[in-house]
């Protein structure tokens, strides 16, 4: 399985961004998908989840401002971001899960005015 992360940017604070992962294999309808970030420094965290039947989860922080979302047909997981803040800065990772784990490349997102 290969994951191709994109929709990273320069973003002034309050603003939004929506992040795509196209994932490349057969197992993505059934895969455990989900966003991880990761600030310099700091350790990797999830962002939130989406299970194969869409129940989603996310972390405290997101705080109803992020919303992920998938589309099997396009084997992609979305990660829409509004109201974005100075500390949301990070490398947003995709990851998907099905008795193991893959990463992808990451993608930068900067919240700075």
């Known amino acids: 399985v290969q994951l191709q992360a994109c929709g990273g940017g320069l973003v002034q604070p309050g603003g939004s961004l929506r992040l795509s992962c196209v994932a490349s294999?057969?197992?993505?309808?059934?895969?455990?998908m989900g966003w991880y970030r990761q600030a310099p420094g700091k350790e990797r965290k999830l962002v939130a989840s989406?299970?194969?039947?869409?129940?989603?989860n996310y972390a405290d922080f997101v705080n109803g401002r992020f919303t992920i979302s998938r589309d099997n047909a396009k084997n992609t997981v979305y990660l829409q971001m509004n109201g974005l803040k100075p500390e949301d800065t990070a490398v947003y990772y995709c990851?998907?899960?099905?008795?193991?784990?893959?990463w992808g490349q990451g993608t930068q997102v900067t919240v700075s005015s």
């Open positions: 990851n998907a899960q099905f008795k193991q784990n893959w």
């Open positions: 294999g057969s197992i993505f309808p059934i895969a455990l």
């Open positions: 989406i299970t194969s039947g869409d129940t989603t």
